[in-house]
């Protein structure tokens, strides 16, 4: 077997593996050993929760064992999974009205995550409670995304708020925060153009438009939205703290999860920079957008069917 | 970040042996954990690293180390030549037909950068000599023909449509007539983004492969990609059977491990790199670059030498 060959047999057996692995450790080891602990970390780093956050939990779980709180095998799942949801457990209230009117959402991310996907889902989810939504088309960069937006407007029964393409986006949004008031809308939700968060002049661009609503409605954006792909790696690390720092986001939507990706990353993130997931996108369809549970989204990371 | 560190960390790690002329098992496991970390870190796939750096350690403490003088340069020349040797042999060719149209089909996952890739890959054609036609075969995503529309205006290329109505397939097959009629001697076919786990929309692809008969079937995969790039490729080389992949958004500070992982496990050569939005943003793949980008260390051979 050539060295592609071996790996690839290798790789579908680690797949496979994966989703009994802990099962296994747990039947498989008579004590907690370096071995079983090798194999969980390998749990963990396939499911993209990176080296450091994969480093800190290993090492929570040492210090467990020597207070007795891990004895034996059995014990170290149900450990692991309650350390994993406490690292994810919001630390705000999910997104609601309150007594803003219009309630602004800001939508911002790399390239192709699900933005304005993401924000057809939303919208649909505020027009099912019986909500006035409006939609801004604030990425006025990529082909067709203004026709895009119009589509999931159509789809939802939400307006849009458009320029043509190549305009301002700083302009859309203060024409749509205008006009949300205006009109008594109860949400907006701004779209913005896929930006890689390395991009200073885009960042910049960003800046602008994220003060120009602030600017218009008081304590406006009320939420700032960072659209993850689940698909993505480590990268998603340095995503969230930079378009922090420039938009100030408020939560995370992780979309993709449909996928068999399991988007451990967001794991990393929260325990590192506090940056909580508020919602997860589990199709392409308008009602496939879900509140996101750490119990339940720590439980697929371990691939359990219950 | 830990890559940032790898070359300064093997320099450290060797300072402290330097002298000692030979290494020991235990030498060459503490250099290949920092090793480990940073094709980690790099979003290699786990399964390829571990391969990666058991094979390296038993080159490192065989022979040619323990004899060397200088053990410490050997260890960084075996990473290295092991990481070059596992991203080489690629080359940015398309397999162009002595029969016209020569036929390219893009797929992958959503929001990879297919429809984009379809433009960019048109206008470097077209700039050949070439003379493309696009074929617009995402039915599904809301603009998705709009979309490709507008990039067809810009490079002034025709753009095949049979709007949302008709099927995938039908609108793959009708293409080649409709390319023989203008004369266009290269079809690129924009397909829908799709989930290697979607057994209908795989299937629908290979009606397409089997209609159209492409001659390249390109994946576009997304730098940023994690640990499950090794899956998607798979799955996809697995039913259509790939000829290369285009590696894109590698304009941002991904360290594109997915390139590795895949190249490792299925293979495929990595014929281009995205390297912006716009649509001349298509370079040819340098796979010692990629190397170099995976490992964080921007001067390889510097180090080689200095150490
Ligand atoms: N399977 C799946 N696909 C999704 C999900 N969310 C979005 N998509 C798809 O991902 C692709 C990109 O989505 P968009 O909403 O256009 O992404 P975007 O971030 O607005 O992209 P840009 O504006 O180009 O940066 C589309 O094909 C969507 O249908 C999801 O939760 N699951
Ligand atoms: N920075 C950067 N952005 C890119 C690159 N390639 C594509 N994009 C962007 O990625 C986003 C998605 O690109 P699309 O071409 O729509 O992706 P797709 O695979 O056709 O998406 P679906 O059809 O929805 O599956 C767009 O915002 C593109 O402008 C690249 O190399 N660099
Ligand atoms: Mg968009
Ligand atoms: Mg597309």
């Not at chain 1, 219009?102 to 057809?120: R, S």
């Not at chain 2, 390109?218 to 940023?224: C, K, N, Q, R, T």
Request: net charge neutral.
């Amino acid at each position: 077997m050539g060295f592609f060959d071996a790996l690839k047999a290798g790789m579908e057996k680690t797949r496979k593996n994966l989703t009994e692995n802990i099962e296994r450790l747990v039947v498989g080891y008579a004590q907690i050993d370096d071995e079983l602990l090798e194999e969980l970390e390998a749990i963990l780093l396939t499911a993209d929760v990176g080296v450091k956050t994969t480093e800190t939990l290993l090492s929570d779980i040492k210090a467990a064992i020597k207070k007795k709180e891990i004895e034996t095998p059995q014990d170290l799942k149900p450990y692991l999974r309650k350390r994993m949801t406490e690292i994810l457990a919001l630390n705000a209230a999910a997104i609601s009205q309150g007594g803003h009117k219009p309630l602004v959402l800001l939508v911002v991310g790399v390239n192709g995550v699900g933005k304005t996907t993401t924000i057809g889902k939303l919208g649909r989810y505020f027009r099912q409670q019986g909500k006035s939504v409006m939609l801004a088309a604030g990425d006025t960069f990529r082909a067709a995304a203004i026709d895009q937006l119009e589509i999931w407007g159509k789809r939802i029964d939400a307006d849009v708020m458009k320029h043509t393409e190549g305009a301002d986006p700083a302009a859309v949004a203060y024409d749509a925060c205008k006009s949300a008031v205006a009109r008594g809308v109860d949400v907006l939700i701004i779209d913005t153009a896929g930006r890689l968060h390395t991009k200073t002049n885009l960042m910049e661009e960003l800046k602008k438009v994220h003060r120009v609503i602030a600017k218009e409605i008081v304590g406006a954006p009320h939420e700032t939205l960072l659209v993850l792909d689940a698909t993505t790696g480590q990268n998603a690390m340095s995503q969230a703290n930079i378009f922090s720092q420039a938009a100030q986001v408020s939560g995370i939507v992780l979309t993709k999860l449909d996928g068999s990706a399991k988007g451990g990353v967001v794991l990393a993130i929260k325990h590192e920079l506090d940056i909580p997931v508020r919602w997860i996108g589990v199709g392409e369809g308008m009602d496939d957008l879900r509140p996101f549970i750490p119990e339940e989204f720590v439980a697929a990371l371990f691939a359990d069917k219950e | 970040m830990v890559f940032e560190g790898l070359a300064d960390k093997l320099q450290d790690t060797f300072k402290r042996l330097r002298g000692r002329g030979k290494l020991s098992e235990t030498d060459v496991s503490e250099a290949l954990r920092e090793v480990r970390m940073a094709l980690l870190e790099a979003d290699v796939n786990f399964k390829v690293v571990k391969d990666f750096v058991s094979r390296v350690k038993e080159r490192a403490i065989g022979q040619e180390v323990m004899d060397s003088l200088t053990p410490g340069q050997q260890v960084v020349k075996i990473v290295y030549d092991e990481l070059a040797a596992l991203m080489g042999g690629t080359q940015s060719r398309l397999n162009i037909s002595s029969r016209p149209p020569t036929v390219i089909m893009l797929v992958g996952l959503q929001g990879a950068g297919k429809t984009t890739t379809a433009g960019k890959l048109a206008n470097l054609l077209q700039r050949q000599n070439k003379r493309p036609l696009l074929v617009a075969a995402d039915v599904y995503r809301p603009a998705a023909i709009k979309q490709l529309q507008v990039l067809g205006q810009q490079l002034d290329i025709p753009v095949f449509t049979l709007g949302d109505q008709e099927s995938p397939v039908t609108i793959a097959q009708k293409s080649i007539d409709q390319a023989n009629a203008l004369l266009r001697d290269v079809v690129i076919i924009d397909t829908a983004g799709r989930l290697h786990i979607n057994e209908e929309l795989m299937q629908e692809l290979r009606l397409i492969k089997g209609q159209a008969k492409p001659h390249e079937i390109l994946l576009v995969v997304d730098a940023m990609t994690g640990q499950d790039a090794v899956g998607v490729a798979e799955a996809f080389n697995g039913q259509l059977g790939l000829d290369g992949v285009i590696l894109t958004k590698l304009d941002g500070d991904a360290r594109g491990g997915a390139a590795l992982s895949i190249k490792a496990v299925t293979g495929c050569p990595i014929k281009f790199a995205g390297m912006g939005e716009k649509l001349d943003a298509l370079e040819p793949f340098y796979p010692d670059r990629m190397a170099s980008r995976i490992l964080g260390m921007g001067d390889v051979l510097g180090l080689i030498e200095k150490a």
